[in-house]
Nanobody, 116 residues
Framework: QVQLVESGGGLVQPGGSLRLSCAAS????????MSWYRQAPGKEREWVKTITTVGNTVYNAAPVKCRFTISRDNAKKTLYLEMSDLSPEDTGVYYCHVQRGKTPYWGQGTQVTVSA
């Protein structure tokens, strides 16, 4: 059924950049808004960004709106998160998310570690 598979995480130095990907399957990708969430150790999972079906970006309240860019490629059924000027505070597991009807779906997450 619905599958979301994140990739692209890893270890980067402060100030570095990463591009995360989320490969989607099991649903009509272009019909749904998609989101990125993240969870730091010992903290609640927090919303990062959402992109609508028409490509509009919804920013969260955290100071990532200028550093992170969400995008999608409907032909490839892939969601992206471009992250720049990373800091240790960005460390955490990043999750891809979609809600189909009343049911939310999550990927397994990909680890992002920002450390010198």
């Amino acid at each position: 059924q619905v599958q979301l598979v994140e990739s692209g995480g890893g270890l980067v130095q402060p100030g570095g950049s990463l591009r995360l990907s989320c490969a989607a399957s099991g649903f009509i990708f272009s019909n749904y808004g998609m989101s990125w969430y993240r969870q730091a150790p010992g903290k609640e999972r927090e919303w990062v960004k959402t992109i609508t079906t028409v490509g509009n970006t919804v920013y969260n309240a955290a100071p990532v709106k200028c550093r992170f860019t969400i995008s999608r490629d409907n032909a490839k059924k892939t969601l992206y998160l471009e992250m720049s000027d990373l800091s240790p505070e960005d460390t955490g597991v990043y999750y891809c998310h979609v809600q189909r009807g009343k049911t939310p779906y999550w990927g397994q997450g990909t680890q992002v570690t920002v450390s010198a």
